[in-house]
């Protein structure tokens, strides 16, 4: 039993009629015209790819989970800095803080944002003062670095730099009193004095260790002058 198709491609035949069954079916030629840019593309991919080129064409997925916040990126502990920033404020050891993380732990944020306010409180118009106090706190805190080396301290520049400039804070705290008090001389002096003797000793109690013995003066007296020097630039004496 036969059954012509209409068609004329094929012809189903019985199993009965015919030992083997065989047959082709001419599939259409189908061309899909997507413009000339993407056959521009796919010789260009193919291209790389036979030169050995492909990886230029692979495209990197980022991963959110290795996105960080801006303070994470830039090293910067907010608690950390406020921490140390109470060890320099309260130096006596009775009072249970761990100072020696001030030395121990050194980071150049926090030392720099106290050297800043310091800075911006002496301006009174004179922003040159802005730069040349930056400067001494990094070239102050190298010599007082490298006499340090010398009378056998094992102490890095980072760490000093960091002790010197979270120092300032005593400063920075008595500044608004010689303000409100600035025509009594006396008391103005006193606080002066009390001002610069609290940053020497928060500084030097942190950079001057038993290491130094008989030779610790010869540390505190130059740590003692820079912070005068600091003074100065704000009093304008």
Do not use: H
């Amino acid at each position: 039993m036969q059954f012509s198709p209409t068609n004329g491609d094929f012809t189903f035949v019985s199993s009965t009629d015919a030992e083997e069954l065989s047959g082709t079916i001419d599939a259409p030629d189908i061309t899909l015209n997507m413009g000339p840019e993407a056959s521009k593309d796919t010789y260009a991919t193919t291209f790389l790819r036979q030169r050995g080129y492909g990886w230029l064409l692979e495209v990197e997925e980022e991963d959110s989970e290795d996105t960080k916040p801006l303070l994470e990126e830039l090293d910067i502990d907010l608690k950390d800095i406020y921490y140390k920033i109470r060890c320099v404020l309260m130096p006596m050891p009775s009072l249970g803080f761990n100072r020696q993380v001030v030395r121990d732990n050194p980071d150049f944020w926090g030392p720099l944002a106290v050297v800043l306010l310091f800075s911006m409180i002496s301006i009174y118009g004179q922003f040159r003062v802005v730069s040349w106090i930056i400067t001494i706190w990094i070239f102050g805190s190298l010599t007082i670095f490298l006499l340090a080396r010398v009378l056998g301290g094992e102490v890095s520049y980072g760490q000093v730099l960091g002790v010197i400039g979270y120092s300032l804070l005593p400063l920075i705290v008595i500044a608004p009193l010689l303000l409100v008090i600035g025509g009594f001389e006396v008391v103005s002096t006193l606080i002066k004095l009390f001002g610069v003797f609290w940053a020497a000793y928060s500084a030097a109690s942190l950079l001057v260790g038993d290491e130094f013995k008989t030779k610790k003066p010869l540390l505190i007296y130059p740590i003692f002058l820079l912070y005068i020097y600091f003074l100065s630039l704000y009093t304008g004496v």
